[in-house]
Structure formats: structure tokens, C-alpha cells
């Protein structure tokens, strides 16, 4: 009672079903394979960017809090939020080749879709019937991914796209139906919150992504510049000139990137 006083059906299904695939790959072969994975993120250099993502996570819930609408629950969906969208912004931090790619996030962070999610996400079904429900369609998601990569396989793939479709109208229909009969449950200000929260969460991770995805055009190409000379006067130089035109502007720097001739190394231009 009081877990699902925390998560509703629907998401207590999931960690179960996480904690099932876990458990299954820890007593298998697989967890060898694991082995390099837990390495390269235990390491330094993502340690440091998983205790700068908590910070800047923790600022904004001091920001929430000194605006008065945080409260204690609101946790569960920072925890959520960081694991389905906020680790894979960090994770395709490489993607971001300009600036537009920093607007594409703002726009899907504040599209009218998030109403749909929202309001799916509000009820569940019996805990029983979702964790039947979520391994199917998982399954039939990913089978249709499979089946769309072949143009043999393209009638499964729309047969498939529809099936889960149908799944989608059904349970978001549900969804609606109780909120539309529980409507004033459903108004309180707690749910207004829970419904802004991850967008909200999204549009402030945004600067933390782009200076991330800043740092590291810059770490890398430096890096490509010092094996491109042994004249480190000039290598240095040029990153100084480098740091000054580009500054903050990843357009600049990238453009600076796929402009850049070597041969200001071998003469004053």
C-alpha cells in the first residue's frame, strides 16, 4: 500500500520488469559482458558528469522549492525524468552538431503531445494486467523495429504499427474516461505540477547539455590539434585565437572545425 501510494501499477510493473532483466543478466553468461560497460561508467570522467548532472538537478529543485511548488513526491518524477530522457540527452551529446539541435529539444519538451502522455500515464490498470501488458508491447515494438529495417518485412511492420496503435487509442481512451468521471480529483495542483514538471525539468537541462556538448567539441578538438604539429607555440596560439572567435557559440567553433587548414602551422596566416 505504501508503494503504490508512491508509483501506480504501471510503474511498479516496470521495475519489477527491470529488476526481473537485471536479475536475469547477473545469473547468466552476460554479466561478463557487463563487466567493460560498469568500467567506462564508473570511471572518472563520468563520475564527474553524473555528480554534475545531480547538482545542477539538485539546483533546480532548490529552485522549485524556493518558488513554493516543490514537494517531496515530485521526486519519483525527477527519477523518472532522468532516466527515460535525461541520461540520453547526455549519452547523445555527439548528435549535437549545431544549435538547431538544442531547439529541436525545447520544441519536443513543450508539444502538445505531452497532454496525451500525461493523461495515459494518470491511470493504470490492475497490477496483474500490466505486467502482462508492458512485456507485449514492448515485444511488438520491437519486432516491428526489426520489420521496418527489411522492405521485405514491410506489411508485418505496418501490421504491427497498427496493432500497437490500437494498444495506444485503448489505454489512452481508458485513461480518459477516468479522468473525464474523476475530473475534479484530477484538478488539483499537484497534478498541474506533475503534468509541467518534466518539460519544465527538460527546458532547464538544456544550458547543462549545450555547455556539456561544448566542453567536450572543444576537448576533443584541441586534442586533434596538438597531433597535427609538433610547433606547440603555434598549436597554442591557435587555440587562444580559437577560444576567443568561438567563445560559447558552438555554430562558431564547429564551422571553425570544418574550415580549419593546417597550413596556418607552417606560415602567419
Same mark, same amino acid.
Given at each position: 500500500?505504501?508503494?503504490?501510494?508512491?508509483?501506480?501499477?504501471?510503474?511498479?510493473?516496470?521495475?519489477?520488469?527491470?529488476?526481473?532483466?537485471?536479475?536475469?543478466?547477473?545469473?547468466?553468461?552476460?554479466?561478463?559482458?557487463?563487466?567493460?560497460?560498469?568500467?567506462?561508467?564508473?570511471?572518472?570522467?563520468?563520475?564527474?558528469? =553524473?555528480?554534475?548532472?545531480?547538482?545542477?538537478?539538485?539546483?533546480?529543485?532548490?529552485?522549485?522549492?524556493?518558488?513554493?511548488?516543490?514537494?517531496?513526491?515530485?521526486?519519483?518524477?525527477?527519477?523518472?525524468?532522468?532516466?527515460?530522457?535525461?541520461?540520453?540527452?547526455?549519452?547523445?551529446?555527439? +548528435?549535437?552538431?549545431?544549435?538547431?539541435?538544442?531547439?529541436?529539444?525545447?520544441?519536443?519538451?513543450?508539444?502538445?503531445?505531452?497532454?496525451?502522455?500525461?493523461?495515459?500515464?494518470?491511470?493504470?490498470?490492475?497490477?496483474?494486467?500490466? !505486467?502482462?501488458?508492458?512485456?507485449?508491447?514492448? =515485444?511488438?515494438?520491437?519486432?516491428?523495429?526489426?520489420? +521496418?529495417?527489411?522492405?521485405?518485412?514491410?506489411?508485418?511492420?505496418?501490421?504491427?504499427?497498427?496493432?500497437?496503435?490500437?494498444?495506444?487509442?485503448?489505454?489512452?481512451?481508458?485513461?480518459?474516461?477516468?479522468?473525464?468521471?474523476?475530473?475534479?480529483?484530477?484538478?488539483?495542483?499537484?497534478?498541474?505540477?506533475?503534468?509541467?514538471?518534466?518539460?519544465? !525539468?527538460?527546458?532547464?537541462? !538544456?544550458?547543462?547539455?549545450?555547455?556539456?556538448?561544448?566542453?567536450?567539441?572543444?576537448?576533443?578538438?584541441?586534442?586533434?590539434?596538438?597531433?597535427?604539429?609538433?610547433?606547440?607555440?603555434?598549436?597554442? +596560439?591557435?587555440?587562444?585565437?580559437?577560444?576567443?572567435?568561438?567563445?560559447?557559440?558552438?555554430?562558431?567553433?564547429?564551422? !571553425?572545425?570544418?574550415?580549419?587548414?593546417?597550413?596556418?602551422?607552417?606560415?602567419?596566416?
Amino acid at each position: 500500500t505504501d508503494i503504490q501510494a508512491i508509483f501506480n501499477n504501471r510503474e511498479i510493473a516496470l521495475l519489477l520488469w527491470i529488476a526481473v532483466i537485471v536479475l536475469a543478466v547477473l545469473l547468466s553468461k552476460l554479466r561478463e559482458s557487463l563487466v567493460p560497460i560498469f568500467k567506462i561508467l564508473t570511471s572518472k570522467m563520468f563520475l564527474i558528469i =553524473f555528480s554534475l548532472i545531480g547538482t545542477y538537478l539538485y539546483g533546480i529543485i532548490l529552485l522549485l522549492k524556493n518558488l513554493e511548488v516543490w514537494q517531496t513526491s515530485y521526486l519519483k518524477d525527477v527519477l523518472f525524468w532522468l532516466f527515460s530522457v535525461g541520461l540520453i540527452l547526455i549519452f547523445k551529446i555527439n +548528435e549535437s552538431k549545431s544549435n538547431a539541435y538544442f531547439k529541436g529539444i525545447f520544441l519536443s519538451a513543450i508539444k502538445w503531445t505531452i497532454v496525451f502522455e500525461f493523461i495515459v500515464n494518470l491511470y493504470s490498470f490492475s497490477l496483474f494486467k500490466e !505486467i502482462i501488458i508492458l512485456p507485449i508491447l514492448v =515485444f511488438l515494438a520491437m519486432t516491428q523495429a526489426v520489420a +521496418e529495417m527489411d522492405e521485405k518485412h514491410k506489411v508485418v511492420s505496418k501490421f504491427l504499427q497498427n496493432v500497437i496503435a490500437i494498444a495506444g487509442i485503448t489505454i489512452f481512451s481508458y485513461s480518459l474516461y477516468k479522468t473525464i468521471v474523476n475530473f475534479d480529483d484530477v484538478l488539483t495542483f499537484k497534478n498541474l505540477v506533475s503534468f509541467l514538471l518534466p518539460s519544465t !525539468i527538460t527546458v532547464l537541462f !538544456i544550458p547543462f547539455v549545450y555547455f556539456l556538448a561544448l566542453y567536450s567539441t572543444y576537448e576533443s578538438y584541441f586534442i586533434h590539434l596538438d597531433f597535427m604539429t609538433v610547433k606547440k607555440d603555434k598549436v597554442k +596560439e591557435v587555440k587562444k585565437l580559437i577560444l576567443r572567435i568561438a567563445n560559447i557559440n558552438l555554430d562558431k567553433l564547429l564551422r !571553425i572545425k570544418r574550415n580549419f587548414e593546417k597550413r596556418v602551422f607552417y606560415d602567419d596566416t
